[in-house]
């Protein structure tokens, strides 16, 4: 059996896989088994920042795996607390909580926010509120959270507590807020799966003052915006706010299992010991990625993926059969009037990878792919728009 039959046959039936089986890459390329090659556009979901077996990331994961590979939550390690340092210079938060995915992240910042709003406002305000069209993850809560119901049918019932507002209404929050007890709002600044949807500035600035004004916390999921994505190290720093948590996953660990949720001023005392925890949590070979990614990913890398974001977008708003392009730095969605999945297959044949996000094409590229290689994989995409 080929491994894509071995696959078909014993992995569960969870994902539409494209016919393509991988087998190693090199920074922006990939290969599969067949030794044909790929320009990568989505990064393993915006997962490889650096492309594949990038060699400094390569070289800090392999040293840690040489030193120590686990030790349990029971012990100090040396990787998770320098990347919690990092994580909290560059962002102003104060503490982390370190686990293994997007959707735990986001866990976190719910327990704590529950946490923090039983302790202040007593035990009924417990209700967070999300965006419509967001999404938050796979758990039972997380789904909750996820402001679109095509996740939640079957599932049913999920966590009780979660109430999706409309971005385009900001009166549908105020009235949510007049009649329940809101803990905090969570939302993600550019909608991912929704379609690479920005929320407004007026709106996140709303979102700020308001919630300050309520005692309410704020909450951003940069589970796929951030770590450079859209050029800044989080996406909220697009839009001039300060949330008072952040949860991240996807691009932090630079292709190794990480997420961490970033507590601030009014959250960083929320845990005691035995409140949370993870045991993979703070892996030190994670971690130790993780540093490297966040280490790299200075003011000059960053200038660079909103250039390249900004060459791509230039290219795709002239393009036949593209009607807009949305998104910030290297997270574009593209609005075709081709089926997005096709145009994706068509982009396969033509040896391009890309994704999709709803009725949208979404590019997630390595933030450090050459522009050479960005070039030729947009002409690859735009071809494949053209023509009904
Ligand atoms: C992918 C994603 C998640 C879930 O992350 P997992 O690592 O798959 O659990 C949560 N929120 C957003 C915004 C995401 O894009």
């Known amino acids: 059996m080929s491994y894509i039959e071995l696959d078909k046959r014993y992995i569960a039936d969870t994902y539409a896989r494209f016919p393509v089986e991988i ?30 077996c990038d060699e400094g990331w390569t070289a800090a994961v392999t040293e840690q795996l040489n030193r120590l590979q686990h030790a349990s939550n029971l012990y100090y390690t040396g990787p998770c607390a320098k990347l919690a340092e990092i994580l909290c210079e560059k962002t102003g938060m104060q503490k982390v909580f370190f686990c293994n995915s997007g959707a735990e992240a986001n866990e976190c910042a719910i327990k704590a926010a529950r946490k923090y709003a039983a302790e202040k406002h007593g035990d009924g305000c417990f209700t967070v509120a ?4 967001s999404f938050h993850g796979r ?8 402001g679109q119901e095509r996740f939640h049918k079957l599932y049913n019932p999920l966590t009780p507590g979660f109430v999706s507002v409309s971005a385009e209404k900001p009166e549908e929050l105020e009235a949510l807020a007049d009649g329940v007890k809101l803990a905090a709002v969570l939302i993600e600044c550019v909608q991912g799966e929704g379609g690479v949807i920005p929320l407004s500035k007026e709106y996140v600035e709303f979102l700020r003052e308001f919630t300050e004004k309520r005692g309410i916390l704020l909450m951003t999921d940069e589970v796929q915006t951030g770590n450079g994505r859209t050029g800044k190290l989080y996406s909220y720093m697009n839009y001039g706010i300060v949330p008072d948590a952040v949860s991240t996953a996807k691009g932090l660990g630079g292709g190794l299992p990480i997420g961490a949720a970033l507590l601030g001023e009014k959250l960083k005392d929320v845990f005691a010991p035995g409140d949370h925890g993870s045991t993979f949590g703070g892996n030190p070979v994670a971690c130790a990625g993780a540093y490297y990614v966040i280490s790299r990913l200075d003011d000059a890398f960053l200038a660079e993926v909103t250039r390249k974001g900004g060459l791509l977008k230039s290219f795709f708003e002239n393009a036949e059969g593209i009607s807009s392009v949305s998104g910030y ?60």
């Open 130 to 133: 999300t965006v419509k069209n």
């Open 139 to 146: 758990t039972l809560t997380t789904l909750a959270a996820t």
């Open 23 to 52: 087998e190693c890459g090199k920074g922006s390329l990939l290969y599969g088994a067949d030794g044909k090659e790929y320009i990568d556009m989505g990064s393993g979901i915006g997962v490889n920042v650096f492309g594949a």
């Open 329 to 388: 730095g290297l997270m574009l969605g593209l609005k075709t009037e081709k089926d997005a999945r096709e145009v994706a297959k068509e982009c396969i044949q033509n040896g391009v990878l890309c994704l999709t996000a709803k009725d949208r094409v979404r590019l997630l590229p390595p933030l450090n792919t050459p522009d050479g290689l960005l070039l030729k994989a947009a002409k690859v995409i735009a071809d494949a728009c053209k023509g009904v």
